[in-house]
């Protein structure tokens, strides 16, 4: 009878098993590799959050307007605060969105599908920041200062 070499993984398996003193099984090759069902539940596990996209987003347009990773790190500080970067966000006043626009329809001035639109409320947001503040990192130190910016 033929013994077949052992792959690297079944070795250290054996390996294990011999130095706890318990038996243990190959596993053939077969059943060792990954299936296209499990290749594709991990590839669908991977989809980033409506946050993560949001965020993603905002960093873009932030390093277009030239502030450094400091100030966007302070945005994301202020609007998870705000919003946790939900575009549909809303609150008992009237805020809205992920800056939190109060009344909403402020963020009209930015586009017309302020309402569901991530990118146009960043837009707005940011445009609101530099006139107001400057920077996300003076508006994060207004809103730590007062509960608001």
């Known amino acids: 009878?033929?013994?077949?070499?052992?792959?690297?993984?079944?070795?250290?398996?054996?390996?294990?098993?011999?130095?706890?003193?318990?038996?243990?099984?190959t596993v053939p090759a077969e059943a060792a590799a990954p299936t296209k069902a499990t290749v594709t539940v991990k590839a669908a596990a991977k989809?980033?959050?409506?946050?993560?996209?949001n965020k993603a987003i905002a960093k873009r347009m932030v390093a277009k307007r030239g502030w450094?990773?400091?100030?966007?790190?302070?945005l994301v500080k202020?609007?998870?605060?705000?919003?946790h970067w939900n575009h549909k966000a809303g609150s008992p006043s009237g805020a809205y969105g992920i800056?939190?626009?109060l009344p909403g329809s402020k963020m009209r001035s930015a586009g017309k599908d302020w309402r569901t639109n991530p990118q146009t409320q960043?837009?707005?947001?940011?445009?609101?920041?530099?006139?107001?503040?400057?920077?996300p990192c003076r508006a994060l130190g207004h809103s730590n200062a007062r509960g608001w910016y």
């Open 99 to 101: 800056p939190q626009a």
């Open 78 to 83: 202020l609007w998870n605060r705000e919003s």
């Open 1 to 25: 009878m033929a013994v077949k070499p052992l792959r690297r993984s079944a070795t250290l398996v054996l390996a294990a098993s011999l130095t706890f003193g318990v038996l243990a099984e």
């Open 47 to 53: 989809k980033p959050t409506r946050a993560q996209r």
């Open 122 to 135: 960043i837009k707005w947001g940011l445009r609101y920041i530099k006139g107001r503040y400057g920077t």
């Open 68 to 74: 450094s990773t400091r100030q966007y790190n302070c």
